[in-house]
């Protein structure tokens, strides 16, 4: 995994003001970044994801259509602040989906 890109993100991502877009957006929180953090050490083989900030202070972590483990055609991820829950949508290569919630005290999925 690219772990420049990861720190250089999380520097910008958290040096985001309120109202970052002009819409009245939150900072990104620590916490949510951590959540990524956390997922991608349980999760190695995913590789590194295009990060996002959210107007809510989560963060999307979208894997794009490429060659990806466990036959996904790609991922999105949300990740909360602090403990709440992460939503998840996975597309699968034969077209089937799936989506749920992680929950961020046990931050991995069940591919």
Known sequence: MKTNYLKTRKQEL????????????EPVSESAFKNLEEFLKNMPKLGQPVISPCPDGSIDAYWPPRKLPYQIAYM?????????????????????????????????LDL
Do not use: R
Request: hydrophobic fraction near 30%; charge should be negative; aromatic fraction near 14%.
């Open 76 to 108: 999105l991820i949300n990740f909360t602040p602090e403990d709440g829950d992460s939503e998840y949508y996975v597309m699968f290569t034969d077209g089937h989906d799936k989506s749920g919630f992680l929950n961020n005290n046990q931050i991995s």
């Open 14 to 25: 958290l040096s985001l003001k309120p109202n970052w877009d002009d819409k009245e957006a």
